[in-house]
């Protein structure tokens, strides 16, 4: 079945530790996103990605970075500028259309201890 | 720029209760329309979409109406279950050709009690 997988479902970060989460896909989507959820909020978009290689900042991108070395995958590196890491993580994608909305993988939970 | 703007929860409903969540947006052009539900602990699901003024999308028993005229797109569904207790989000993608532009509103908690 076709779909996007994160992992860990579960992380923890020391304090001034960098993190890395994993987002793959195999639905051979061009578009692929990056969201943190806090609680009782929305969604904010953190970094997207359009096409290998290339990347663009969200609304926070801020003591994260990414990559898109392959087309099916997007990992996210929480480093340690980022100052409030504890959050949920979700990564989606979206095919050239968009007209089927976005799929979405099922989140990845980061707490810093 | 884009915008969304959903009703605030939490909503606490009986079984067998009428759910509306309202949803208003504001976007340039003519945007697409979703609606996305997430279970505890979970990512989001897409629930029902629509893609020009007056679709009527549906799934599962809820339905939402493209009102270009009032720029809304409110959640209903005639009779809740248990199993409908969930986060709805209301969301708009402008297809104007940037990858980004999917825009969420803050989601509604839902509750249904048996």
């Known amino acids: 079945d076709g779909g996007i997988t994160q992992s860990p479902k579960y992380l923890f970060r020391k304090e001034g530790q960098n993190v890395t989460l994993s987002c793959e896909q195999n639905?051979?989507?061009?578009?692929m996103y990056w969201y943190r959820q806090d609680p009782g909020q929305g969604l904010r978009l953190i970094y997207y990605?359009?096409?290998?290689?290339?990347?663009q900042k969200g609304d926070i991108a801020e003591g994260y970075s990414v990559s898109r070395e392959k087309k099916e995958s997007f990992p996210l590196t929480v480093t340690s500028a980022q100052k409030n890491p504890t959050a949920f993580y979700l990564c989606?994608?979206?095919?050239?259309?968009?007209?089927?909305?976005?799929?979405f993988g099922s989140g990845t939970r980061l707490t810093v201890v | 720029g884009n915008s969304v703007t959903q009703m605030e929860g939490p909503v606490t409903l009986s079984e067998e209760a009428f759910l509306t969540i309202n949803c208003t947006y504001t976007?340039?052009?003519?945007?697409?329309l979703f609606w996305y539900v997430q279970y505890p602990g979970e990512g989001l699901q897409l629930l029902l979409k629509?893609?020009?003024?007056?679709d009527k999308g549906s799934n599962k028993g809820f339905e939402a109406t493209y009102r270009k005229e009032t720029t809304s797109f409110h959640l209903e569904k005639g009779s809740v279950q248990v199993s409908d207790s969930a986060v709805y989000f209301c969301?708009?993608?402008?297809?104007?050709?940037?990858?980004?532009?999917?825009?969420f509103g803050s989601g509604t908690q839902l509750t249904v009690l048996p």
């Open positions: 639905l051979n989507h061009d578009a």
């Open positions: 976007a340039t052009g003519y945007p697409s």
């Open positions: 990605s359009q096409i290998v290689n290339d990347f």
């Open positions: 969301a708009l993608s402008d297809l104007t050709g940037s990858a980004r532009q999917l825009t």
């Open positions: 989606a994608s979206k095919d050239r259309t968009g007209n089927y909305g976005y799929t």
């Open positions: 629509a893609t020009k003024a007056d």
